[in-house]
C-alpha cells in the first residue's frame, strides 16, 4: 500500500506526463506517415485525453468546494474520451467515408451526447450519481457511486474504447505485417482497461484518489507508443491498401512474407474467383504467377506469364514489387497486365512490315521497271502528242519509284529509333550535294562547311539532310537556280543551313508539317519533308522554314545524343 499521498500525486502527473508527451509524439508521427485523417483524430483524443486526466488531478487535490463540478468535468471528459478513441480507431481503420454516411453519424451522435448527458449534464447527473462520499485517507476527497444509468453509461464508453481498439488491432492482424506476439502485447494493454474499470474495487493494495482507469488508459497509450516507435505498428496500414490498389485497374494482389494473400483489388477477384485474404498463394493463384515471384527475396521485376482462362490462352506481364519496412521485407505487390491484344498486333504489324518490304522492294520496283522500260521504247519510236504521253508515263513512274524509295526510307526511320553513330556532317553534306550536281546539271551548288564536324547522333540523319538538298533542287524552276548549303559548328548542336532561290513551299505543304497530320483535304505532295519531320522529332533537334516568293531557308540544328 502507498504510504503517503505525495506518491498517490505522483502516481497522478506521471500518468499526466505520459498523455502530453508520449502521446504528442504519437500525433506527430501519425502525421509524418501521411495519414492526416488519423494524425487529425488522434491530436483530438490526445487534448481529451490531457484534460481528463488534469481533471483528476484537480479532483483528488483541489478543494471540496469544487468537488460536484470537478467529478462532472471528469466525467465529460472520460465519456469524450472514449468516443474520440473510437473516432479515431474507425478512421485509422479506413472507415472514414462509414463514419459520414448520415445514416451511420446520427445514430452515433445521438447515443454519444446522449452519454455526455447523463455523465456530466448536472440536472441528469444529480439522478445518476447519487450517496457523495467524503473519504479522508490518504488526503480528503469526495466521490459519488454510480446508478444503473450510470452504470450502463460506463459500459458503453468501455465498449467504444474496446471496439476502436479492435479496429486497430483487426487491421493490424488482416495486413499480416507484425508478429503476433506484438499484437497480443498491445491486445492486452488495450483490454486491461476493461479489467481495470470492472475489476477496480478487488484490486490489492489499492489506494484511495487513485484513478486506476486513467492509469490504464495511459497504459494504453504507452503501449501504442512503444508500438509505433519501436515495431512501427502505425506505420504499416495507416491507410487501407485497398484504398491504394482498388483505384488501379489492373489485377493487382499483395503477398506477404508468408505467401499469404494480404489484399487484392476487385479485378484480381473477378480474375481468380478463389482469392480470399489470408489463404496461401499457391492455394487461390496459378503455379505460373507464383513461380514468377521471389517472395523471400523480393524485388522489382518484370516478366511473361501464360494463363489460360476459359480455354483461352493470355499473355500477362507480371510486375513485382517489394514492400519494406526499415529495411525488413514485408512482402510484395503483384501486378498483372493482358498483352495479348498488344502482342497479336505486333505480330501484324511485323508481318504487314515483311509485306511492305518485299511489295516496296520488289513488286512495284519490277513493275516500274516494266512501265519505264516500254515507255522508253514508245518515247524512241513515236513523236509528238503521243510521244509526250509516252514521256509523262515515263516520268510518273519514275516518281512512283521515288515514292517508293522513300517509303522505304520512313520504315527504316521508324525501326532506327534509338540508335545513333558517329556522323561526319562536312563529308555527308559533301558527297550528297556531289550526287545532286550531277542529277541536276542546271543548278549551282556552293557549300560552305568547316573541315571537321562530326557528332553522334541518328544515323537517320543522313536521309534527312538528303531529303532536304533534293528537296531544294527539284523544286526550284529558275533559269538562275541555286541551293546554298552551309555548316556551322555550335555549342550545344550542328546548326544545317540550306536557302535556295526557288518559289517557295507551298502553304498547304508548311501547314500539314506544323499540324503534324495529314487529312483527306489537307495533305502533302511527297514523302520528303515528313522523313526530315520524322528525324528531327527522333533527335530532339528543331527546325525551321523561312519561305516566300523569292526562295526558302531551311535551318535544321542537330543536338548531339543524349
Not at 478513441?85 to 447515443?111: H, Q
Not at 456530466?120 to 462520499?133: E, G, H, Q, V, Y
Not at 488508459?217 to 503501449?223: D, E, H, K
Amino acid at each position: 500500500m502507498l504510504p503517503d499521498s505525495g506518491s498517490v500525486l505522483l502516481w497522478h502527473v506521471l500518468a499526466f506526463s505520459f498523455a502530453c508527451v508520449l502521446g504528442c509524439g504519437s500525433a506527430v508521427w501519425t502525421y509524418r506517415r501521411r495519414d492526416r485523417y488519423a494524425a487529425q483524430a488522434f491530436f483530438v483524443f490526445l487534448a481529451v485525453t490531457v484534460a481528463w486526466n488534469a481533471t483528476v488531478l484537480l479532483r483528488v487535490v483541489g478543494p471540496l468546494s469544487l468537488a460536484w463540478e470537478l467529478h462532472l468535468v471528469e466525467q465529460f471528459f472520460q465519456v469524450l474520451m472514449t468516443l474520440v478513441w473510437f473516432y479515431f480507431a474507425a478512421v485509422y481503420a479506413g472507415y472514414r467515408s462509414v463514419l459520414t454516411r448520415r445514416s451511420v453519424a446520427v445514430p452515433l451522435a445521438v447515443v454519444a451526447v446522449g452519454m455526455l448527458a447523463v455523465e456530466s449534464f448536472p440536472p441528469l447527473a444529480a439522478i445518476t450519481n447519487t450517496n457523495p462520499t467524503t473519504i479522508a485517507a490518504p488526503f480528503t476527497f469526495v466521490t459519488w457511486e454510480d446508478t444503473a444509468l450510470a452504470g450502463v453509461v460506463e459500459v458503453l464508453a468501455l465498449a467504444a474504447f474496446a471496439v476502436g481498439s479492435g479496429l486497430i488491432l483487426y487491421k493490424l492482424l488482416t495486413a499480416n505485417y507484425v508478429q503476433v506476439w506484438q499484437i497480443a502485447v498491445v491486445f492486452l494493454a488495450t483490454t486491461g482497461t476493461v479489467l481495470v474499470e470492472v475489476f477496480e474495487g478487488a484490486i490489492p493494495y489499492a489506494v484511495s484518489g487513485v484513478d486506476y482507469p486513467a492509469l490504464a488508459v495511459t497504459g494504453v497509450g504507452v503501449s501504442y507508443v512503444v508500438g509505433l516507435y519501436r515495431y512501427d505498428l502505425f506505420g504499416y496500414t495507416p491507410v487501407d491498401m485497398s484504398d491504394v490498389i482498388d483505384g488501379i485497374t489492373a489485377p493487382v494482389i499483395v503477398l506477404n512474407p508468408e505467401q499469404r494473400v494480404v489484399d487484392f483489388n476487385a479485378p484480381a477477384g473477378a480474375m481468380f474467383e478463389s482469392l480470399s485474404t489470408g489463404r496461401r498463394g499457391e492455394t487461390v493463384l496459378p503455379a505460373a504467377v507464383i513461380d514468377a515471384v521471389a517472395v523471400e527475396t523480393p524485388a522489382a521485376n518484370e516478366t511473361e506469364v501464360t494463363l489460360t482462362r476459359d480455354g483461352d490462352k493470355r499473355v500477362h506481364r507480371l510486375y513485382t514489387a517489394p514492400l519494406d519496412s526499415f529495411g525488413d521485407s514485408q512482402g510484395v505487390a503483384i501486378t498483372l497486365r493482358d498483352i495479348t491484344t498488344q502482342r497479336r498486333q505486333q505480330e501484324k504489324l511485323a508481318l504487314l512490315k515483311q509485306i511492305l518490304t518485299r511489295a516496296l522492294r520488289h513488286n512495284i520496283r519490277n513493275k516500274v521497271d516494266i512501265v519505264q522500260a516500254n515507255s522508253q521504247e514508245l518515247i524512241d519510236q513515236l513523236d509528238g502528242t503521243e510521244q509526250a504521253h509516252a514521256q509523262a508515263t515515263f516520268e510518273a513512274a519514275d516518281d512512283l519509284l521515288s515514292i517508293s524509295t522513300k517509303a522505304r526510307v520512313m520504315k527504316d526511320v521508324a525501326e532506327n529509333r534509338g540508335r545513333t553513330t558517329s556522323v561526319a556532317f562536312c563529308e555527308l553534306v559533301t558527297q550528297t550535294v556531289a550526287e545532286y550536281e550531277q542529277a541536276y546539271p542546271d543548278t549551282t551548288f556552293v557549300v560552305d562547311c568547316p573541315p571537321a564536324c562530326a557528332v553522334e547522333t541518328s544515323p537517320d540523319i543522313k536521309p534527312a539532310v538528303r531529303n532536304l538538298i533534293e528537296n531544294a533542287a527539284e523544286h526550284n524552276p529558275a533559269a538562275d537556280a541555286e541551293v546554298r548549303v552551309t555548316l556551322e559548328r555550335a555549342a550545344d548542336a550542328v546548326v544545317v543551313t540550306i536557302i535556295d532561290n526557288g518559289p517557295g513551299i507551298p502553304p498547304n505543304e508548311l501547314t500539314v508539317l506544323e499540324r503534324g497530320r495529314e487529312e483527306a483535304l489537307a495533305h502533302g505532295s511527297g514523302l520528303g519533308l515528313w522523313i526530315v519531320t520524322m528525324v528531327v522529332e527522333e533527335i530532339d533537334g528543331t527546325i525551321t522554314y523561312d519561305t516566300g516568293d523569292d526562295g526558302t531557308t531551311i535551318t535544321l540544328r542537330v543536338p548531339p545524343a543524349g
